[in-house]
């Protein structure tokens, strides 16, 4: 479980393909705090460290149903990732609740600066089905965007906007998205539940 408020956006180091899974080892300042089996978001995606070899980077590892409903697949060694490690259950919420579990992508299409902060539109294909259990925004609601937990303006079918301030541009991969990048998204999960439950009462 986490809160999408993001610790830091950290380099990837390398990438090794094994059949259909991805490892993805990264260096970051909380490497050494680290222990195997620890859940860590990357991106918004839930992974488990599997390797620690003592010189500052870990190991995760991304199986082929992530890959296919996440952008880790596109990353570069040299990108950014955007890193949270689990919530604790002894402080404050400061997002939303957020599982890690990516629902789809979406791709910035528009990008405008606004005297000091940025808007970023982000579109994504609808599925009504998919529509019908909660997979959509709306207005003020909370999303997240490559692990990051936002508020959702301008909430439509296909898409939305999203204000960035300037703390979040600097210290997350936001600074690196721009009008074709592809970003992982999250619906939120109480929407989901309500959803789901309404569906079944009909």
């Known amino acids: 479980m986490f809160s999408g408020i993001v610790e830091e956006a950290a380099p990837i180091v390398a990438l090794r393909k094994e059949n259909g899974n991805l490892h993805l080892t990264l260096k970051c300042s909380f490497t050494d705090e680290l222990k195997i089996d620890q859940s860590v978001a990357h991106n918004g995606v839930c992974l488990t460290v599997v390797s620690l070899p003592g010189d500052g980077t870990y190991t995760v590892t991304a199986i082929q149903e992530t890959l296919d409903r996440s952008n880790l697949g596109e990353l570069k060694t040299g990108d950014s990732v955007n890193l949270e490690r689990s919530m604790k259950f002894d402080g404050r919420l400061d997002g939303h609740i957020v599982q890690g579990h990516v629902d789809t992508t979406a791709i910035c299409t528009d990008l405008t600066e606004a005297d000091g902060s ?81 569906n079944l009462a009909e």
């Open 118 to 198: 940025w808007y970023y539109t982000f579109k994504y294909d609808f599925n009504s089905e998919l529509a019908k259990k909660g997979y959509v925004t709306v207005e003020k609601g909370s999303i997240t965007v490559n692990g990051v937990s936002l508020t959702v303006c301008d909430s439509e079918k296909d898409s939305f906007r999203v204000a960035i301030i300037p703390y979040t541009h600097d210290n997350t991969n936001f600074r690196d998205i721009k009008p074709g990048t592809k970003v992982n998204l999250e619906f939120d999960i109480i929407g989901k539940y309500i959803a789901r439950i309404s």
